[in-house]
């Protein structure tokens, strides 16, 4: 059977094997924290941060905690489009 072209391999080559991990990409606070040069222990002291927080609150994450301390209401229902 000679000019043949050999059998193709079928299936997912991949198959069983364990999917590798990706790093977490860090969020929109935990970047204007880092911007701003703040470690978690100042973060309730920043009015930067609160401004940020206040102006952001129902469009990026906020850590819970956060808002509870300052007093800031957060829709849980906002959705943009």
């Not at 040069?37 to 973060?43: E, F, I, K, Q, S």
């Not at 129902?58 to 956060?66: A, G, K, Q, T």
Request: glycine share 6%; aromatic share 14%; net charge positive.
């Amino acid at each position: 059977m000679e000019g043949m072209a050999p059998a193709s391999k079928r299936g997912n080559p991949n198959w069983g094997k364990s999917i590798p991990l990706c790093e977490a990409s860090p969020t929109a606070f935990e970047k204007e924290g880092r911007r701003l040069r703040l470690t978690r222990h100042m973060y309730v002291h920043s009015a930067t941060l609160r401004r940020w927080c206040e102006q952001y609150r129902n469009r990026f994450y906020i850590p819970e905690w956060l808002p509870e301390v300052w007093g800031i209401t957060v829709d849980t229902t906002y959705y943009v489009a």
